[in-house]
């Protein structure tokens, strides 16, 4: 299997436009972009709400911790 030559890539390029259309590609792009963002931006605010958690550099504890069970003797 060799590489492909600039004809392979013209073909593959012109099927992907007449699927897709000629301004469907630009949106699909923007959208990938707008996405990435979002997720750059939750995992900052993640990191900041871990770190306004932490209290005298103690370990967080978990939201739903089990409690000791007291026993009656």
């Given at each position: 299997m060799?590489?492909?030559s600039i004809w392979h890539?013209?073909?593959v390029l012109a099927i992907v436009l007449l699927v897709f259309g000629r301004g469907k590609?630009?949106?699909l792009m923007g959208d990938v972009?707008?996405?990435i963002k979002n997720f750059k931006?939750?995992?900052a605010d993640d990191d900041t709400a871990d770190n306004s958690k932490?209290?005298?550099n103690q370990p967080?504890?978990?939201v739903n911790s089990?409690?000791?069970k007291t026993t009656k003797s």
């Open positions: 060799g590489s492909f890539w013209l073909i590609i630009p949106e972009a707008k996405g931006s939750g995992m932490t209290i005298d967080n504890q978990p089990v409690k000791e």
